[in-house]
């Protein structure tokens, strides 16, 4: 058994932190949570044995980082400075792509996942349609890629549902994969699912999942065959939704109405489902996509920095959706930053302040994220729940004298000191214990950049 006694901790359903908990967890799940009542009186039948590791700070249970593209981390700092627009930062991600194979792609993916333990991510959920060879060939196994990226969380030690994305066209009309994009199409949807039923990823810290890139990748008769998929193996299912308003005029032009109500039309949303961004849908979508208990991922820190707007968060929330947070293109990997920002932007939106409680914030980081990616057992310190733990330090420039109740307007990732996975320690002192950080991004990025 492990012992943590943490200076403060949110549990579930608690508006601000409790001061002075005793976790437990065996096996890698938690077995008790006590509050000791007056700061460190252990209630009756409770002893607090020397050997539990001292928490100083805010212990969080576990981040969910609900999306992610892994090989976007090789952009960071590469595109910011120019102009242009979602589509021209696509080109320059396009290039990466284009380097990328098995090897290098584990190199990148299993630094850019340790930068995320680090910032207290325990799980990621990789939309991943890098899955062929640079011709478009399948490597000889046809999952080397996604294989790649499980082994990559492992060695940075998180969970990950591997969303293995369905990217069959270049646009809604249908226009055939060219260039680089032919790395991401499978042919058919059909082709698309016998692929993903080969891999099977037998680890307990990797579950798959299922993704339609957005509807310009997938033809409208082909998206039931990806969401039956995903609904007969009973996994979460992601798509990119409205992210650009071109997007929403290209589905118009082509079936006469929005992509969500095209979604709707053919099976894919529902409880299980996360639509990605949902940065310009209009009253009808959100109803839509609440009315079905659609979730929806958003990603302020990419949605900032790639020009696309800012989506109705309140209004999402409000419909039905469970809203949860993804970093993305990885421009940032904060998730202190995305929950903020869905507050921040709301408030730059309406000119109002209040849209959000720090507890919903925590729960869209948190319970709601692992939710949307399959882990119905994570994101709560609660008895029976993944040991995941993530402590922030309330003691740096940023944090002192903040309120514990206030950390996530104030911390940011470089704030996390120890991050537990499943049990293990996978963090101390805010050092990853088995990756060196910023060495492997270094290489791995020059790998596929220089
Ligand atoms: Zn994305």
Redesign the pocket.
């Known amino acids: 058994m492990t012992r943590w006694l943490a200076e403060y901790a949110w549990l579930p359903d608690h508006a601000e932190p409790t001061p002075d908990v005793l976790i437990e967890a065996e096996g890698g799940r938690i077995t008790a949570v006590t509050p000791l009542v007056g700061g460190g009186a252990a209630p009756a039948g409770v002893e607090v044995l020397g050997d539990a590791v001292r928490l100083p700070g805010l212990t969080l249970p576990g981040l969910a980082n609900a999306?992610s593209?892994a090989f976007h981390r090789a952009l960071r700092g590469r595109t910011h400075g120019g102009r242009g627009d979602f589509w021209s930062w696509r080109d320059v991600m396009y290039d990466v792509a284009a380097r990328l194979d098995p090897d290098s792609y584990l190199a990148l993916a299993r630094a850019a996942y340790a930068e995320m333990a680090l910032a207290g991510i325990t799980c990621v959920g990789e939309?991943h349609y890098l899955h062929h060879g640079p011709d478009g060939r399948p490597y000889a196994d046809p999952n080397a890629m996604s294989a790649a990226l499980v082994e990559a969380a492992a060695h940075a030690g998180i969970r990950i549902t591997l969303l293995d994305t369905a990217y069959l066209t270049a646009s809604v009309d249908g226009a055939q994969l060219a260039g680089t994009q032919r790395r991401f199409g499978d042919g058919d949807a059909l082709r698309w699912a016998a692929r993903v039923d080969a891999f099977r990823p037998e680890n307990d810290h990797a579950r798959l999942g299922a993704a339609i890139h957005s509807v310009r990748a997938v033809p409208a008769e082909q998206l039931a065959t990806v969401a039956g998929w995903a609904d007969r193996n009973g996994v979460p299912l992601h798509v990119?939704l409205s992210?650009q308003p071109a997007e929403n005029d290209a589905c118009r032009a082509v079936h006469g109405c929005s992509p969500t109500r095209l979604l709707a039309d053919h099976g894919v949303l529902g409880p299980h489902t996360t639509a990605?961004?949902a940065t310009h849908p209009t009253s009808a979508d959100v109803a839509l996509l609440g009315e079905s208990r659609t979730g929806v991922c958003l990603?302020p820190t990419?949605e900032r920095d790639l020009a696309d707007g800012i989506g109705p968060a309140r209004r999402m929330a409000e419909a039905g959706s469970p809203l949860s947070l993804?970093s993305?293109?990885h421009a940032v990997v904060d998730l202190f930053e995305e929950a903020r920002a869905v507050e921040l932007d709301e408030r730059l939106r309406t000119r109002k302040r209040g849209h959000f409680s720090a507890a919903e914030l925590v729960t869209a980081a948190t319970v709601a994220g692992h939710a949307a990616l399959g882990w119905g057992d994570a994101g709560r310190l609660s008895v029976g729940d993944r040991a995941d733990l993530v402590t922030v330090r309330l003691d740096s420039a940023r944090t002192a004298g903040v309120p514990p109740v206030g950390a996530f307007f104030a911390a940011t990732a470089a704030d996390v000191t120890h991050v537990v996975v499943d049990g293990r320690t996978v963090v101390a002192d805010g050092r990853h214990l088995t990756v060196d950080v910023p060495a492997e991004l270094r290489s791995a990025i020059a790998e596929v950049t220089s």
Do not use: I, L, N, R
Request: hydrophobic fraction near 15%.
């Open positions: 999306h593209h939309f990119h992210e990605v961004h990603c990419t993804g993305d293109s």
